[in-house]
């Protein structure tokens, strides 16, 4: 049995609940290190090489979360129209003098 097995259960049946466990974690850090650098200015290009994929296919998984995530927070969002479009033009700016940098 290699190394990597050695940490899991030796019920089959366990050890694939263990697998899809982490797989579920590791998933959510891929999601948050995919936002952390989107919000430094890293680009869907580099983003979709890093992780073995396409710009496209990268743009497409981690985007629709990304667009998810941001629809659900201004339904329950206090702010105006208005509000809301000042905080977004505000925030594309500072993406865009990052990656300037």
């Known amino acids: 049995m290699s190394v990597l097995l050695d940490g899991l259960p030796s019920d089959p049946l366990e050890a694939l609940r263990e697998l899809t466990r982490t797989e579920a974690e590791l998933g959510e850090l891929r999601r948050q290190f995919v936002a952390d650098a989107r919000t430094a200015g890293v680009s869907w290009d580099q983003i979709g090489e890093s992780l073995g994929m396409t710009r496209q296919s990268a743009w497409e ?5 990304a667009r998810e995530s941001m629809a659900s927070r201004v339904a329950t969002s206090s702010l105006d129209e208005d509000e809301a479009m000042r905080l977004a033009v505000e925030e594309t700016r500072e993406v865009r003098r990052r990656r300037a940098r």
């Not at 998984?61 to 979360?65: E, H, Q, S, V």
């Open 61 to 65: 998984y981690f985007g629709r979360t």
